[in-house]
């Protein structure tokens, strides 16, 4: 008997597509299952004005393969120059669906982004008082502070601050990776949800080093002790509207990767949906599997959910993902989970 569920079509609350021979290559792989991303502003340089916001989204939709049907949502990145009333009216012409803070020097091409967050105190407060959301890169970069340390931290320094000063500020954390995120979140009130990754869901921090390194497991934040990704499973396979899936596909030529300082960031695009077919129904959640991709996303955000559809349906044999997805920028290696996946998405 086949197996298949279908869902109204998900959205992928968090992505990254950069921008030139990369965005033209990978960003079929989004549009063939997603809907609509919230697209990250990172850059070089940043995506930090209304009109830089305005000429990406027009290279992006360049790039969608002609008939698809596939949105993408626009943000800004903060720093500490970021005029209020450019974000404000960005926001108000409903060009961006959210602005980004990277703490300076977090991740990737970060170092445009906060050092000093009272510096920003004013441009929250405006984005409190419009209604815009705020995505949080969530880890500090305090050198004294263990990089598995950082997420938790991040929390009681940083975030529960600002969210003290600016009850009304809507806010996602992005990328959870611990049970500190799950719980904070969870118990955190209607203002604050949480994107998963997908990876986060099947990795931990064994998976990158045991066994000899593995690059294309590197990512930020970067992936925690097994407990933790038990809590994400639990958060993400419970149904809870604060959860939605946010991939954080982040693609980097494998030159970037296999290096001896290799890049942070896993592609996902390409079979995301198969794997989180997979991981729900070894949790016994499949019911729960459109809340996560294709429910809660949207009603944090204040926005319908998707009238299309996908169908996920269940395999005799293991689906052949593809390893790499040639791009214009090289090669780019396709996230492999390290267990067969017997689920297809269309
Ligand atoms: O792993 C990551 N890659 N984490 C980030 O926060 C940024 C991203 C990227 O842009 O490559
Ligand atoms: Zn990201």
């Given at each position: 008997?086949?197996?298949?569920?279908?869902?109204r079509?998900?959205?992928?609350?968090?992505?990254?597509?950069?921008?030139?021979?990369?965005?033209?290559?990978?960003?079929?792989?989004?549009?063939r299952?997603?809907?609509?991303?919230?697209?990250?502003?990172?850059?070089?340089?940043?995506?930090v004005?209304?009109?830089?916001?305005?000429?990406?989204r027009?290279?992006i939709?360049?790039?969608?393969?002609?008939?698809?049907?596939?949105?993408?949502?626009m943000?800004?990145y903060?720093?500490e120059?970021?005029?209020?009333?450019?974000?404000?009216?960005?926001?108000?012409?409903?060009?961006?669906?959210?602005?980004?803070?990277?703490?300076?020097?977090?991740?990737?091409?970060?170092?445009?982004?906060?050092?000093?967050?009272?510096?920003?105190?004013?441009?929250?407060?405006?984005?409190?008082?419009i209604g815009?959301?705020?995505c949080?890169?969530?880890?500090?970069?305090?050198?004294?502070?263990?990089?598995?340390?950082?997420e938790?931290?991040?929390?009681d320094?940083?975030?529960?601050?600002?969210?003290?000063?600016?009850?009304?500020?809507?806010?996602i954390?992005?990328?959870?990776?611990t049970?500190?995120?799950?719980?904070?979140?969870?118990?955190?009130?209607?203002?604050?949800g949480?994107?998963?990754?997908?990876?986060?869901?099947?990795?931990?921090?064994?998976?990158?080093?045991?066994?000899?390194?593995?690059?294309?497991?590197?990512?930020l934040?970067?992936?925690k002790?097994?407990?933790?990704r038990?809590?994400?499973?639990?958060?993400?396979?419970?149904?809870d509207?604060?959860?939605?899936?946010?991939?954080?596909?982040?693609?980097?030529?494998d030159?970037?990767?296999?290096?001896?300082?290799?890049?942070?960031?896993?592609?996902?695009?390409t079979?995301?949906?198969?794997?989180l077919?997979?991981?729900?129904?070894e949790?016994?959640a499949l019911d729960?599997?459109?809340?996560?991709?294709?429910?809660?996303?949207?009603?944090?955000?204040g926005?319908?959910?998707?009238?299309?559809?996908?169908?996920?349906t269940?395999?005799?044999?293991?689906?052949d993902?593809?390893?790499?997805i040639?791009?214009?920028?090289?090669?780019?290696?396709v996230?492999?989970?390290?267990?067969?996946?017997?689920?297809?998405?269309?």
């Amino acid at each position: 008997m086949t197996q298949s569920i279908t869902i109204r079509r998900p959205d992928d609350w968090h992505l990254h597509l950069r921008d030139g021979a990369m965005l033209a290559g990978i960003a079929p792989e989004t549009a063939r299952h997603f809907a609509r991303a919230i697209i990250m502003p990172n850059l070089v340089p940043p995506v930090v004005t209304g009109s830089d916001a305005a000429a990406y989204r027009e290279r992006i939709l360049a790039a969608i393969p002609e008939g698809a049907d596939f949105t993408p949502l626009m943000t800004l990145y903060l720093t500490e120059d970021t005029d209020a009333d450019d974000l404000a009216a960005a926001h108000t012409s409903g060009l961006i669906k959210a602005v980004k803070l990277y703490p300076a020097g977090a991740t990737t091409n970060s170092h445009s982004g906060v050092t000093n967050f009272d510096k920003v105190r004013p441009v929250l407060e405006k984005m409190a008082e419009i209604g815009c959301p705020l995505c949080v890169h969530g880890e500090v970069t305090d050198p004294a502070v263990d990089i598995f340390d950082r997420e938790a931290v991040f929390i009681d320094r940083v975030l529960d601050p600002i969210r003290k000063a600016t009850p009304d500020l809507r806010v996602i954390m992005e990328h959870i990776t611990t049970k500190n995120g799950a719980d904070y979140v969870r118990e955190g009130g209607d203002n604050i949800g949480a994107t998963i990754t997908t990876h986060h869901l099947i990795i931990n921090r064994n998976h990158i080093l045991v066994g000899g390194i593995k690059p294309h497991y590197y990512c930020l934040p970067v992936a925690k002790r097994e407990e933790h990704r038990l809590a994400l499973r639990q958060a993400a396979t419970s149904g809870d509207a604060s959860f939605f899936l946010g991939t954080d596909s982040a693609p980097h030529a494998d030159a970037a990767k296999e290096s001896a300082c290799g890049c942070a960031g896993c592609f996902t695009a390409t079979n995301t949906m198969s794997l989180l077919a997979h991981v729900f129904e070894e949790d016994g959640a499949l019911d729960k599997l459109e809340a996560f991709a294709s429910l809660n996303g949207p009603k944090f955000y204040g926005l319908p959910a998707n009238e299309s559809t996908l169908t996920l349906t269940k395999t005799d044999a293991p689906v052949d993902f593809p390893n790499k997805i040639e791009t214009g920028a090289g090669p780019v290696t396709v996230f492999d989970p390290g267990f067969p996946v017997f689920w297809t998405a269309d």
